[in-house]
């Protein structure tokens, strides 16, 4: 059918071969790592956390994932290592003076760079689009360029002065090969952290082992103490009663007396007039025989 009026159709045209395999564009992979969160998907805002493996995320979603893990996600394969809060760190990123936003020109009469990054290197200057390797320190959560890093080597953060290792170095939205060392790198340390707590933990129960015994002597003992001094206190109090005869007691019935006696507050001397007045003693709260009557069986207080 068809080929009229001359047309000579070509082999592609007539055969079907096999279907070509589509290929992810390297760059556009790469920007939509570094402009999109992990989870969700969503556009990266502040505040911007990263895991152990190099991973970008907004914070609002990981704290929902981790409020309710039983909810399906589209993404939920990337956060499985992300066990709590403590296993992020929140980014301090600086801000690209240079940036606009994003399609901030409707007119389309002005070139518009799409990859410009929103935060650069504090030290080079370099913009954080996908093109350049960046890395974040998981002691304070600054990030910089890998650049800045191996031309300045120092053990003190370029921008807040913290000291850190090399060890404490992640890679950002780094290779598979790279997410494989950091994976082994988080494992080790999560193994280290359990055995340092069970450590821990034996050396405490040792502790309450040995302390059991010592305690249960101490207890053992305190009592024979606590009766000679007794006895002793006792022989010299006999002693002194004995040799202070009738005069002693006389004091001490004296000192009780004066104790259990109690001073009337309107015999106060210090107080005023207007403290006394609060209290039913004083005189003003008595009553003459006229308001008084005959059938009420007790004292009311209203007029």
Request: charged letters at 30%.
């Amino acid at each position: 059918m068809g080929c009229d009026g001359g047309t000579i159709p070509k082999r592609h045209e007539l055969v079907k071969g096999p279907k070509k395999v589509e290929k992810v564009d390297k760059n556009a992979e790469l920007s939509a790592k570094w402009k999109y969160c992990a989870l969700s998907q969503e556009k990266l805002r502040r505040p911007i956390v990263a895991c152990d493996l190099g991973r970008l995320y907004n914070k609002d979603s990981i704290i929902e994932y981790l409020l309710d893990k039983t909810a399906e996600r589209p993404n939920a394969e990337a956060v499985v290592h992300i066990r709590g809060i403590k296993d992020i760190k929140e980014l301090n990123l600086t801000d690209n003076p240079e940036w606009k936003g994003e399609r901030c020109n409707t007119k389309g009469d002005v070139y518009e760079d799409m990859h410009g990054g929103m935060f650069i290197c504090p030290v080079v200057g370099l913009e954080i689009n996908g093109k350049h390797r960046f890395c974040y320190l998981q002691t304070c959560g600054c990030v910089f360029s890998d650049r800045a890093l191996k031309e300045v080597k120092t053990e003190i953060c370029h921008k807040c002065g913290e000291t850190f290792k090399i060890e404490d170095v992640v890679v950002l939205n780094g290779t598979k090969e790279e997410v494989e060392k950091l994976r082994k790198r988080m494992e080790e340390g999560r193994a280290k952290a359990k055995t340092k707590k069970s450590k821990k933990s034996k050396a405490g129960r040792a502790a309450e082992t040995v302390a059991a015994p010592l305690e249960s002597k101490e207890d053992a003992q305190a009592p024979q103490v606590d009766l000679t001094e007794n006895s002793q206190e006792n022989g010299g109090e006999s002693s002194q009663s004995a040799v202070a005869g009738p005069s002693g007691s006389a004091k001490d019935s004296k000192s009780s007396t004066s104790s259990t006696t109690k001073r009337s507050v309107q015999e106060m001397t210090e107080k005023s007039e207007v403290f006394k007045s609060l209290f039913t003693t004083h005189s003003s709260a008595k009553r003459t025989k006229a308001q008084t009557s005959n059938w009420v069986t007790h004292t009311p207080y209203h007029f």
